[in-house]
Protein backbone atom coordinates (compact mmCIF):
# COMPACT_ATOMS: atom_id res chain seq x y z
CA UNK A 1 0.00 0.00 0.00
CA UNK A 2 1.32 3.37 -1.16
CA UNK A 3 1.08 7.06 0.98
CA UNK A 4 -0.14 9.56 -1.27
CA UNK A 5 2.76 12.21 -0.66
CA UNK A 6 1.07 15.20 -0.28
CA UNK A 7 -1.40 14.36 2.31
CA UNK A 8 -0.25 11.16 4.01
CA UNK A 9 -3.53 9.44 3.58
CA UNK A 10 -3.34 6.17 2.16
CA UNK A 11 -3.59 6.27 -1.93
CA UNK A 12 -4.78 2.79 -1.97
CA UNK A 13 -8.04 2.42 -4.08
CA UNK A 14 -10.70 -0.24 -3.47
CA UNK A 15 -9.19 -3.49 -5.15
CA UNK A 16 -11.49 -4.38 -8.48
CA UNK A 17 -12.80 -8.17 -8.34
CA UNK A 18 -11.02 -10.75 -9.78
CA UNK A 19 -7.46 -8.89 -8.88
CA UNK A 20 -6.34 -10.65 -6.29
CA UNK A 21 -5.58 -7.52 -4.60
CA UNK A 22 -8.26 -8.05 -2.14
CA UNK A 23 -6.90 -11.18 -0.31
CA UNK A 24 -3.43 -9.66 -0.55
CA UNK A 25 -2.12 -11.52 -3.56
CA UNK A 26 -0.01 -10.20 -5.83
CA UNK A 27 -1.22 -9.54 -9.54
CA UNK A 28 1.09 -11.23 -11.96
CA UNK A 29 4.11 -10.31 -10.34
CA UNK A 30 4.04 -6.92 -11.29
CA UNK A 31 6.33 -4.54 -8.47
CA UNK A 32 6.65 -0.71 -9.04
CA UNK A 33 10.15 -1.12 -9.16
CA UNK A 34 9.97 -2.53 -12.58
CA UNK A 35 7.99 -0.04 -14.05
CA UNK A 36 9.51 3.20 -15.78
CA UNK A 37 11.41 5.34 -12.79
CA UNK A 38 9.27 8.13 -13.16
CA UNK A 39 6.45 6.59 -11.69
CA UNK A 40 7.99 6.55 -8.97
CA UNK A 41 8.30 10.38 -8.99
CA UNK A 42 5.84 12.61 -6.49
CA UNK A 43 5.86 15.22 -9.13
CA UNK A 44 3.75 12.73 -11.40
CA UNK A 45 0.98 12.55 -8.74
CA UNK A 46 0.38 16.35 -8.54
CA UNK A 47 -2.01 16.79 -11.44
CA UNK A 48 -3.93 14.19 -10.23
CA UNK A 49 -3.66 15.19 -6.74
CA UNK A 50 -4.88 18.95 -7.62
CA UNK A 51 -7.85 17.92 -9.43
CA UNK A 52 -9.14 15.19 -6.64
CA UNK A 53 -8.53 16.98 -3.48
CA UNK A 54 -11.82 19.09 -4.00
CA UNK A 55 -13.50 15.96 -4.20
CA UNK A 56 -11.77 14.32 -0.78
CA UNK A 57 -12.81 17.87 1.13
CA UNK A 58 -16.33 18.11 -0.34
CA UNK A 59 -17.40 20.94 2.51
CA UNK A 60 -14.34 23.13 2.28
CA UNK A 61 -13.77 26.48 -0.26
CA UNK A 62 -11.12 24.81 -2.64
CA UNK A 63 -8.71 27.35 -3.90
CA UNK A 64 -7.12 24.34 -5.24
CA UNK A 65 -7.59 23.61 -8.93
CA UNK A 66 -6.61 26.47 -11.46
CA UNK A 67 -9.90 25.41 -13.20
CA UNK A 68 -12.15 27.95 -15.30
CA UNK A 69 -14.70 29.45 -13.59
CA UNK A 70 -17.88 27.29 -15.67
CA UNK A 71 -20.45 30.65 -15.40
CA UNK A 72 -19.95 31.38 -18.91
CA UNK A 73 -20.10 27.46 -20.20
CA UNK A 74 -23.62 27.08 -22.17
CA UNK A 75 -23.91 23.40 -23.65
CA UNK A 76 -25.70 24.79 -26.55
CA UNK A 77 -22.80 27.01 -27.56
CA UNK A 78 -20.63 23.67 -28.50
CA UNK A 79 -23.32 23.23 -31.23
CA UNK A 80 -23.44 26.73 -32.28
CA UNK A 81 -19.60 26.81 -32.94
CA UNK A 82 -19.81 24.00 -34.37
CA UNK A 83 -22.44 24.83 -36.77
CA UNK A 84 -21.01 27.97 -37.53
CA UNK A 85 -17.66 26.35 -38.70
CA UNK A 86 -19.73 24.12 -40.54
CA UNK A 87 -21.18 26.73 -42.85
CA UNK A 88 -18.11 28.63 -43.16
CA UNK A 89 -16.80 26.04 -44.76
CA UNK A 90 -19.46 25.51 -47.11
CA UNK A 91 -19.13 28.95 -48.09
CA UNK A 92 -16.03 28.41 -48.94
CA UNK A 93 -16.86 25.50 -51.20
CA UNK A 94 -16.47 22.59 -49.41
CA UNK A 95 -18.90 19.68 -50.63
CA UNK A 96 -21.29 18.07 -47.70
CA UNK A 97 -18.76 14.79 -48.54
CA UNK A 98 -15.63 16.58 -47.94
CA UNK A 99 -17.49 18.17 -44.22
CA UNK A 100 -18.09 14.78 -43.05
CA UNK A 101 -14.55 13.18 -43.83
CA UNK A 102 -13.15 16.57 -41.92
CA UNK A 103 -15.47 15.14 -39.27
CA UNK A 104 -15.60 11.75 -39.18
CA UNK A 105 -12.02 10.64 -40.60
CA UNK A 106 -8.31 11.01 -39.20
CA UNK A 107 -6.79 14.19 -40.20
CA UNK A 108 -3.77 15.57 -41.08
CA UNK A 109 -1.38 15.04 -38.17
CA UNK A 110 -0.28 18.95 -37.55
CA UNK A 111 -4.03 20.32 -37.79
CA UNK A 112 -6.84 21.76 -39.92
CA UNK A 113 -7.80 25.21 -38.40
CA UNK A 114 -4.05 26.11 -38.73
CA UNK A 115 -4.73 29.39 -41.08
CA UNK A 116 -7.30 30.61 -38.20
CA UNK A 117 -5.08 30.02 -35.23
CA UNK A 118 -2.06 31.53 -37.69
CA UNK A 119 -4.75 34.25 -38.00
CA UNK A 120 -5.90 34.64 -34.31
CA UNK A 121 -2.01 34.93 -32.91
CA UNK A 122 -1.19 37.42 -36.07
CA UNK A 123 -4.41 39.62 -34.33
CA UNK A 124 -4.27 38.60 -30.33
CA UNK A 125 -0.38 38.63 -30.07
CA UNK A 126 1.38 40.59 -33.03
CA UNK A 127 2.94 36.80 -33.80
CA UNK A 128 3.22 36.42 -37.29
CA UNK A 129 4.27 32.91 -38.54
CA UNK A 130 3.42 30.68 -41.27
CA UNK A 131 0.50 28.16 -40.20
CA UNK A 132 3.26 25.72 -41.47
CA UNK A 133 5.01 26.58 -38.70
CA UNK A 134 2.02 25.51 -36.58
CA UNK A 135 0.93 22.14 -34.84
CA UNK A 136 -2.51 21.58 -33.13
CA UNK A 137 -2.09 19.43 -30.17
CA UNK A 138 -4.19 17.64 -27.77
CA UNK A 139 -3.27 20.14 -25.09
CA UNK A 140 -0.39 22.52 -24.55
CA UNK A 141 0.34 19.22 -22.49
CA UNK A 142 1.19 17.25 -25.85
CA UNK A 143 2.78 20.61 -26.88
CA UNK A 144 5.24 20.27 -23.77
CA UNK A 145 6.54 16.85 -24.81
CA UNK A 146 6.74 17.21 -28.27
CA UNK A 147 8.70 19.83 -27.79
CA UNK A 148 10.79 18.53 -25.00
CA UNK A 149 11.43 15.08 -27.39
CA UNK A 150 12.66 16.95 -30.47
CA UNK A 151 15.19 19.31 -28.97
CA UNK A 152 16.36 16.97 -26.14
CA UNK A 153 18.60 14.68 -28.06
CA UNK A 154 21.20 13.06 -25.35
CA UNK A 155 21.35 12.70 -21.48
CA UNK A 156 23.30 15.85 -21.07
CA UNK A 157 21.14 17.75 -22.57
CA UNK A 158 19.59 19.60 -19.74
CA UNK A 159 16.20 21.60 -19.11
CA UNK A 160 16.28 24.85 -16.98
CA UNK A 161 12.49 26.15 -15.62
CA UNK A 162 12.05 28.88 -13.50
CA UNK A 163 11.02 27.89 -10.38
CA UNK A 164 7.94 27.21 -8.79
CA UNK A 165 7.06 25.53 -11.79
CA UNK A 166 3.85 24.16 -13.91
CA UNK A 167 3.69 19.90 -12.85
CA UNK A 168 2.78 19.48 -16.29
CA UNK A 169 6.40 19.97 -18.15
CA UNK A 170 8.23 18.25 -15.13
CA UNK A 171 5.78 15.25 -15.36
CA UNK A 172 6.85 15.49 -19.30
CA UNK A 173 10.74 15.87 -19.19
CA UNK A 174 10.12 12.91 -15.98
CA UNK A 175 8.63 10.54 -18.72
CA UNK A 176 11.38 11.21 -21.09
CA UNK A 177 14.03 11.01 -18.48
CA UNK A 178 15.03 14.82 -19.24
CA UNK A 179 16.97 16.05 -16.80
CA UNK A 180 15.55 18.98 -14.92
CA UNK A 181 17.28 22.23 -13.28
CA UNK A 182 15.37 24.53 -11.29
CA UNK A 183 16.15 28.65 -11.60
CA UNK A 184 14.70 30.87 -9.02
CA UNK A 185 12.15 33.11 -9.90
CA UNK A 186 11.85 36.03 -8.86
CA UNK A 187 9.06 38.86 -8.48
CA UNK A 188 9.48 40.18 -11.83
CA UNK A 189 10.28 36.36 -13.94
CA UNK A 190 13.51 35.08 -13.84
CA UNK A 191 16.94 36.73 -12.56
CA UNK A 192 18.93 37.28 -15.41
CA UNK A 193 22.22 36.80 -13.11
CA UNK A 194 20.32 33.32 -11.85
CA UNK A 195 20.12 31.80 -14.88
CA UNK A 196 23.63 33.17 -16.40
CA UNK A 197 25.11 31.43 -13.33
CA UNK A 198 22.93 28.45 -13.77
CA UNK A 199 23.63 27.49 -17.32
CA UNK A 200 27.21 28.59 -16.52
CA UNK A 201 27.15 25.25 -13.54
CA UNK A 202 26.14 23.23 -16.56
CA UNK A 203 28.01 23.90 -18.83
CA UNK A 204 31.03 23.21 -16.59
CA UNK A 205 29.76 19.85 -15.52
CA UNK A 206 29.92 19.09 -18.83
CA UNK A 207 26.13 19.22 -19.77
CA UNK A 208 24.78 20.99 -22.71
CA UNK A 209 21.66 23.20 -21.44
CA UNK A 210 19.59 23.00 -24.18
CA UNK A 211 16.32 24.77 -23.67
CA UNK A 212 14.40 27.44 -20.57
CA UNK A 213 10.64 26.73 -19.86
CA UNK A 214 8.79 29.80 -18.71
CA UNK A 215 5.38 31.18 -17.78
CA UNK A 216 5.95 34.65 -18.32
CA UNK A 217 2.38 35.95 -17.63
CA UNK A 218 0.94 35.28 -14.94
CA UNK A 219 2.78 32.19 -13.61
CA UNK A 220 1.38 29.39 -12.51
CA UNK A 221 2.07 28.76 -9.43
CA UNK A 222 3.11 31.93 -8.71
CA UNK A 223 1.26 34.38 -10.45
CA UNK A 224 4.23 36.53 -11.01
CA UNK A 225 5.06 38.26 -14.55
CA UNK A 226 8.39 39.09 -16.12
CA UNK A 227 8.77 42.45 -17.00
CA UNK A 228 9.33 43.40 -20.71
CA UNK A 229 13.36 44.13 -19.66
CA UNK A 230 13.88 40.96 -18.05
CA UNK A 231 11.74 39.46 -21.46
CA UNK A 232 14.86 41.71 -23.45
CA UNK A 233 17.59 40.11 -21.32
CA UNK A 234 16.31 36.50 -21.42
CA UNK A 235 16.33 36.34 -25.50
CA UNK A 236 19.91 38.00 -25.28
CA UNK A 237 20.85 34.96 -22.85
CA UNK A 238 19.18 32.59 -24.82
CA UNK A 239 21.22 33.81 -28.07
CA UNK A 240 24.55 34.01 -26.00
CA UNK A 241 24.09 30.35 -24.54
CA UNK A 242 22.61 28.84 -28.04
CA UNK A 243 19.49 27.72 -26.33
CA UNK A 244 15.87 27.20 -26.56
CA UNK A 245 12.77 29.19 -25.13
CA UNK A 246 9.63 27.11 -24.21
CA UNK A 247 7.35 29.61 -23.92
CA UNK A 248 3.86 28.97 -22.12
CA UNK A 249 1.43 31.33 -21.24
CA UNK A 250 -2.15 30.40 -21.38
CA UNK A 251 -3.51 33.12 -18.95
CA UNK A 252 -2.67 36.10 -21.18
CA UNK A 253 -6.11 36.41 -23.10
CA UNK A 254 -8.04 35.48 -19.99
CA UNK A 255 -6.10 38.70 -18.21
CA UNK A 256 -8.08 42.05 -17.93
CA UNK A 257 -5.84 44.87 -19.37
CA UNK A 258 -2.94 45.20 -22.07
CA UNK A 259 -0.22 42.38 -21.74
CA UNK A 260 3.23 42.78 -22.48
CA UNK A 261 4.64 41.31 -25.94
CA UNK A 262 4.86 37.68 -25.53
CA UNK A 263 8.71 36.50 -25.90
CA UNK A 264 7.77 34.53 -29.28
CA UNK A 265 6.75 38.65 -30.57
CA UNK A 266 10.18 39.88 -29.64
CA UNK A 267 11.93 37.01 -30.97
CA UNK A 268 13.99 38.27 -33.73
CA UNK A 269 16.41 34.66 -33.87
CA UNK A 270 13.81 32.31 -33.67
CA UNK A 271 14.55 31.29 -30.36
CA UNK A 272 11.27 30.81 -29.04
CA UNK A 273 8.86 27.53 -29.03
CA UNK A 274 5.97 28.66 -28.18
CA UNK A 275 3.40 26.15 -26.42
CA UNK A 276 -0.15 27.54 -26.41
CA UNK A 277 -3.54 26.39 -24.86
CA UNK A 278 -6.60 26.43 -25.65
CA UNK A 279 -7.39 25.30 -22.21
CA UNK A 280 -8.63 28.56 -20.89
CA UNK A 281 -9.15 30.50 -23.81
CA UNK A 282 -11.75 28.03 -24.23
CA UNK A 283 -12.89 25.12 -22.61
CA UNK A 284 -10.36 22.35 -21.32
CA UNK A 285 -12.76 19.82 -22.07
CA UNK A 286 -11.53 20.13 -26.04
CA UNK A 287 -8.47 19.12 -24.82
CA UNK A 288 -6.78 21.53 -27.34
CA UNK A 289 -3.53 23.25 -27.91
CA UNK A 290 -0.92 24.42 -30.38
CA UNK A 291 3.04 24.70 -30.82
CA UNK A 292 4.57 27.22 -32.64
CA UNK A 293 7.93 26.07 -34.38
CA UNK A 294 9.12 27.98 -36.91
CA UNK A 295 12.61 27.03 -36.49
CA UNK A 296 14.67 26.07 -39.81
CA UNK A 297 16.17 22.11 -39.30
CA UNK A 298 18.94 21.21 -42.17
CA UNK A 299 20.72 18.22 -42.18
CA UNK A 300 23.71 17.01 -44.12
CA UNK A 301 22.64 17.11 -47.46
CA UNK A 302 21.13 20.41 -47.17
CA UNK A 303 17.63 19.77 -47.44
CA UNK A 304 15.59 21.96 -44.87
CA UNK A 305 12.31 21.44 -43.47
CA UNK A 306 10.87 23.45 -40.48
CA UNK A 307 10.73 22.29 -36.91
CA UNK A 308 7.28 22.29 -36.69
CA UNK A 309 7.59 18.97 -39.58
CA UNK A 310 9.55 17.13 -37.11
CA UNK A 311 6.94 18.08 -34.27
CA UNK A 312 4.64 16.84 -36.39
CA UNK A 313 6.25 13.10 -36.97
CA UNK A 314 6.74 12.71 -33.66
CA UNK A 315 3.02 13.50 -32.94
CA UNK A 316 1.76 10.97 -35.48
CA UNK A 317 3.31 8.49 -33.38
CA UNK A 318 1.57 9.74 -30.54
CA UNK A 319 -2.14 11.32 -30.83
CA UNK A 320 -2.06 10.85 -34.70
CA UNK A 321 -3.88 13.83 -34.92
CA UNK A 322 -5.75 16.08 -32.35
CA UNK A 323 -9.50 15.70 -32.53
CA UNK A 324 -11.19 17.07 -35.35
CA UNK A 325 -15.00 17.92 -33.76
CA UNK A 326 -12.97 19.97 -31.34
CA UNK A 327 -10.79 22.12 -33.89
CA UNK A 328 -13.75 22.60 -35.86
CA UNK A 329 -15.77 24.15 -32.25
CA UNK A 330 -12.43 26.52 -31.75
CA UNK A 331 -12.55 27.27 -35.33
CA UNK A 332 -15.84 28.52 -34.84
CA UNK A 333 -15.65 30.84 -31.13
CA UNK A 334 -12.26 31.87 -33.67
CA UNK A 335 -14.90 32.69 -36.59
CA UNK A 336 -17.69 34.13 -33.98
CA UNK A 337 -15.52 36.37 -32.33
CA UNK A 338 -14.05 38.53 -35.54
CA UNK A 339 -10.45 36.24 -35.35
CA UNK A 340 -9.64 36.86 -32.01
CA UNK A 341 -9.55 35.50 -28.77
CA UNK A 342 -8.96 38.47 -26.61
CA UNK A 343 -12.22 39.30 -28.44
CA UNK A 344 -14.17 36.50 -27.36
CA UNK A 345 -12.55 36.66 -23.81
CA UNK A 346 -13.15 39.79 -22.91
CA UNK A 347 -16.12 39.42 -20.61
CA UNK A 348 -14.33 36.21 -18.62
CA UNK A 349 -11.24 38.12 -18.61
CA UNK A 350 -13.01 41.55 -16.60
CA UNK A 351 -14.47 38.54 -14.10
CA UNK A 352 -11.33 36.95 -13.67
CA UNK A 353 -9.71 40.09 -13.06
CA UNK A 354 -12.34 40.96 -10.61
CA UNK A 355 -12.44 37.45 -8.40
CA UNK A 356 -8.29 38.67 -7.79
CA UNK A 357 -8.94 42.13 -6.60
CA UNK A 358 -11.43 40.78 -4.52
CA UNK A 359 -9.42 37.82 -3.07
CA UNK A 360 -6.83 40.32 -2.49
CA UNK A 361 -8.84 43.13 -1.02
CA UNK A 362 -10.07 40.11 1.33
CA UNK A 363 -6.86 39.32 2.29
CA UNK A 364 -5.99 43.38 2.77
CA UNK A 365 -9.32 43.13 4.82
CA UNK A 366 -8.60 39.95 7.22
CA UNK A 367 -4.37 40.45 7.47
CA UNK A 368 -4.61 44.77 7.84
CA UNK A 369 -0.80 45.83 7.73
CA UNK A 370 0.58 45.88 10.83
CA UNK A 371 -0.40 42.10 11.93
CA UNK A 372 0.32 41.16 8.53
CA UNK A 373 3.60 42.52 9.42
CA UNK A 374 3.86 41.37 12.67
CA UNK A 375 2.92 37.63 11.76
CA UNK A 376 5.31 37.56 8.61
CA UNK A 377 2.36 36.56 6.22
CA UNK A 378 2.71 38.57 2.69
CA UNK A 379 1.59 37.88 -0.63
CA UNK A 380 1.82 38.62 -4.09
CA UNK A 381 -0.54 41.00 -6.07
CA UNK A 382 -1.16 40.24 -9.38
CA UNK A 383 -3.33 41.69 -12.16
CA UNK A 384 -4.53 38.25 -13.72
CA UNK A 385 -4.09 35.03 -14.72
CA UNK A 386 -5.91 32.81 -11.45
CA UNK A 387 -2.95 32.68 -9.24
CA UNK A 388 -0.90 34.53 -5.97
CA UNK A 389 1.29 33.49 -3.69
CA UNK A 390 0.75 33.86 -0.10
CA UNK A 391 4.04 33.72 1.89
CA UNK A 392 3.52 32.26 5.77
CA UNK A 393 5.67 32.03 8.47
CA UNK A 394 4.92 28.32 9.19
CA UNK A 395 5.37 25.56 7.23
CA UNK A 396 2.72 24.72 4.31
CA UNK A 397 3.26 21.44 3.97
CA UNK A 398 0.82 17.91 3.87
CA UNK A 399 0.06 18.39 7.60
CA UNK A 400 -0.92 21.91 7.57
CA UNK A 401 -3.06 21.72 4.64
CA UNK A 402 -4.96 19.12 5.91
CA UNK A 403 -5.92 20.28 9.54
CA UNK A 404 -6.64 23.49 6.84
CA UNK A 405 -9.02 21.44 5.00
CA UNK A 406 -10.42 19.39 8.31
CA UNK A 407 -10.45 22.21 11.02
CA UNK A 408 -11.07 25.39 8.90
CA UNK A 409 -12.92 24.00 5.72
CA UNK A 410 -10.42 25.44 3.67
CA UNK A 411 -8.08 23.79 0.61
CA UNK A 412 -4.87 25.55 -0.67
CA UNK A 413 -1.68 24.41 -2.68
CA UNK A 414 1.26 23.70 -0.77
CA UNK A 415 4.11 25.80 -3.30
CA UNK A 416 6.47 23.11 -2.55
CA UNK A 417 4.94 20.67 -5.10
CA UNK A 418 6.14 23.14 -7.68
CA UNK A 419 9.91 22.76 -6.82
CA UNK A 420 11.15 19.58 -9.10
CA UNK A 421 14.32 19.09 -6.69
CA UNK A 422 11.94 19.86 -3.42
CA UNK A 423 13.86 22.59 -2.70
CA UNK A 424 11.94 25.32 -1.90
CA UNK A 425 8.52 26.67 -1.22
CA UNK A 426 8.04 25.79 2.10
CA UNK A 427 6.46 28.54 3.49
CA UNK A 428 4.26 29.62 0.40
CA UNK A 429 1.32 28.61 -0.46
CA UNK A 430 -0.89 29.03 -4.01
CA UNK A 431 -4.05 30.44 -3.70
CA UNK A 432 -6.44 29.39 -6.99
CA UNK A 433 -9.62 31.83 -7.48
CA UNK A 434 -10.62 31.20 -10.79
CA UNK A 435 -13.13 28.32 -10.17
CA UNK A 436 -14.79 30.28 -7.38
CA UNK A 437 -17.95 32.47 -7.12
CA UNK A 438 -17.25 35.89 -5.62
CA UNK A 439 -19.32 34.71 -1.91
CA UNK A 440 -16.78 32.08 -1.92
CA UNK A 441 -13.86 34.09 -2.19
CA UNK A 442 -14.78 36.03 0.68
CA UNK A 443 -16.01 33.32 3.05
CA UNK A 444 -12.95 31.34 1.62
CA UNK A 445 -10.16 34.06 2.71
CA UNK A 446 -11.63 34.95 6.10
CA UNK A 447 -11.61 30.61 6.64
CA UNK A 448 -8.25 30.72 5.34
CA UNK A 449 -7.55 33.74 7.17
CA UNK A 450 -8.93 31.50 10.83
CA UNK A 451 -6.07 28.67 9.54
CA UNK A 452 -3.42 31.22 9.50
CA UNK A 453 -4.02 32.51 12.73
CA UNK A 454 -4.71 28.88 13.95
CA UNK A 455 -1.45 27.95 12.77
CA UNK A 456 0.70 31.19 14.29
CA UNK A 457 -1.25 30.87 17.42
CA UNK A 458 -3.04 33.97 17.40
CA UNK A 459 -6.31 32.49 17.72
C1 LIG B 1 1.32 26.99 -17.28
C2 LIG B 1 0.31 26.08 -17.87
N1 LIG B 1 0.52 25.52 -19.05
C3 LIG B 1 -0.41 24.74 -19.64
C4 LIG B 1 -1.61 24.49 -19.01
C5 LIG B 1 -2.73 23.69 -19.63
O1 LIG B 1 -2.40 22.90 -20.61
P1 LIG B 1 -3.50 22.08 -21.44
O2 LIG B 1 -3.76 22.89 -22.67
O3 LIG B 1 -2.83 20.80 -21.70
O4 LIG B 1 -4.74 21.93 -20.59
C6 LIG B 1 -1.87 25.01 -17.76
C7 LIG B 1 -3.11 24.69 -17.08
O5 LIG B 1 -3.27 24.59 -15.92
C8 LIG B 1 -0.89 25.85 -17.19
O6 LIG B 1 -1.11 26.43 -16.01
Redesign the pocket.
Same mark, same amino acid.
Given at each position: MSTDPRSGESAARPARPGTGAATGTQISGLRKSDLHACLSDPMLDVMNFLNEITDRYPRAISFAP *?RPHEGAFEVEDIFRHLRSYLDYLSQQGSSPARIRTMLFQYGPTAGHIRELVADSLRADEGIDVAPESIVVTV???EAMLLALRALFAGPRDVLLVSCPC?V *?IVGAARLLGIPVRAVEERPDGIACDDLDQALQAELRQGNRPRALYV?PDYN?PSGNTMTPAVRQEVLELAERYDIAILE?S?YRLVSPGRQSPTLKAIDTGRRVVHLG????STF?GLRL *?YVIADQIVTDGSGSACLLADELAKIKSMVTVNSPSVSQAIVAGILLGSGGRLSEANSRTAARYGEALQLALRQLDRHFPAARREAAGVTWNRPAGGFFLTVRVPFPADDAALARSAEQHNVIWTPMRYFFPDGRGGHNAIRLSVSALEFTEIEDGIARFAHFVDSEIGAR
Open positions: *GGCQY *GVNDPSFAKP *G
